[in-house]
């Protein structure tokens, strides 16, 4: 019997003190008190320029002939950036382009009529078959008067006759091509020389478009950031890198990502501390310009212990007063300080280069 409590008493010894033992081996447990909260809800984010990167791609293939920019430039709206070897392309605006011309000088002289040398010619040819009948018809009469008293033949008197008949119908022609030169232009032959033109332009602009899409032009103001390409590589839409991305960096600004468990603590118009590594400590500061209307997915992940909480976040943008040391891609840290703890009922700015931009309520807790 004493040899069996002892039994028991050793296998319970050995047991608890193997708890024990286990029990000290885990890793202590942290309690996140959430209700606890400071005036500071710190965040991650990324520099960017005034709006997203814009990537550039030609919207035909071709051999590159010339890249007009490096990495770095600035350049203005419209800026030449790259151009395609289009010598067709160029040849059919040459071609176009005399058409057009042609169309319009038709157009031109039939609003002006023939030159006055042709009218001038067509009348003296009027008044000289005119003349001519005149003597041909004073012949007649003549004849026609002798030919009792003489022997003039009826074969003759015929003759003259028909000269005469000839000659009024060379006048009423002459008359009339005089005519004809010296009327304006009748308004169904504008209408078609009109015609002609608008059609000729229409190919001429045709013609031209193709030839602009041999371009890529700067669609705003910005700095190159990257150019993918070199000349006499081949390129198109159909390319996965884009050709050149420009960024605006005219005014700067921190797109940020606030936890799940601070975003209803943010609105409009708070006061924001940006810190970045560098030698200084000083901080930048700016103020939260935009709030996403809902949450998105967590992308980033850190080793913080109360982060298994937080699954979602929310995207804000921050302007920033004087964006000196700051680069466009470059990685930082906010503090946003939060002074209110009232759940805003709806989004006090939206702005289009957030993401998911889609509702006009509050946070979307899915």
């Excluded at 050995?14 to 033992?21: C, Y």
Aim: with cysteine; hydrophobic share 40%.
């Amino acid at each position: 019997m004493i040899r069996f409590f002892m039994f028991t008493v050793a296998v319970a010894g050995l047991t608890g003190g193997g708890w024990w033992m286990h029990h000290r081996s885990q890793p202590a447990a942290i309690h996140v008190n959430r209700t606890l909260k400071s005036n500071l809800v710190h965040a991650t984010g990324r520099v960017e320029g005034a709006s997203r990167d814009v990537e550039l791609r030609f919207e035909m293939p071709g051999r590159l002939r010339k890249i007009h920019v490096q990495e770095g430039d600035l350049v203005q709206e419209g800026d030449l950036l790259m151009e395609l070897d289009a010598a067709e392309l160029e040849h059919q605006v040459e071609l176009r382009q005399a058409e057009y011309d042609l169309s319009e000088a038709q157009l031109d002289r039939l609003k002006n009529g023939v030159h006055e040398q042709e009218r001038l010619e067509a009348q003296a040819i009027w008044e000289t078959r005119r003349a001519e009948l005149r003597r041909a018809q004073q012949i007649l009469d003549r004849t026609l008067s002798v030919r009792e008293k003489s022997a003039i033949s009826q074969q003759e008197t015929d003759r003259q006759r028909g000269d005469v008949d000839a000659l009024t119908f060379q006048v009423a022609a002459a008359k009339a091509r005089w005519e004809l030169l010296a009327a304006p232009a009748r308004e169904d032959e504008l209408k078609m020389a009109r015609a002609r033109c608008g059609a000729a332009a229409a190919q001429l602009k045709m013609a031209k478009y193709e030839l602009s899409r041999a371009a890529l032009r700067a669609p705003s103001g910005g700095v190159v950031a990257t150019v993918n390409h070199e000349p006499g590589e081949l390129t198109g839409p159909e390319v996965q890198e884009p050709a050149i991305i420009i960024i605006d960096t005219s005014r700067l600004r921190v797109r940020a990502y606030v936890e799940e468990q601070d975003a209803w603590r943010v609105v409009v118009g708070q006061d924001v501390e940006i810190d970045f590594e560098r030698n200084t400590d000083d901080v930048i500061r700016g103020a939260v310009s935009s709030l996403s209307p809902r949450m998105s997915r967590k992308q980033a992940w850190s080793d913080q212990a109360d982060e298994r909480f937080d699954l979602k976040t929310r995207e804000i943008l921050i302007d920033v007063s004087d964006p000196q040391w700051m680069l466009p891609g470059l990685s930082v840290d906010v503090a946003i300080k939060a002074n209110g703890s009232s759940l805003p009922n709806r989004v006090v700015q939206r702005d289009s280069n957030l993401s998911n931009v889609d509702a006009d309520h509050g946070i979307d807790v899915e």
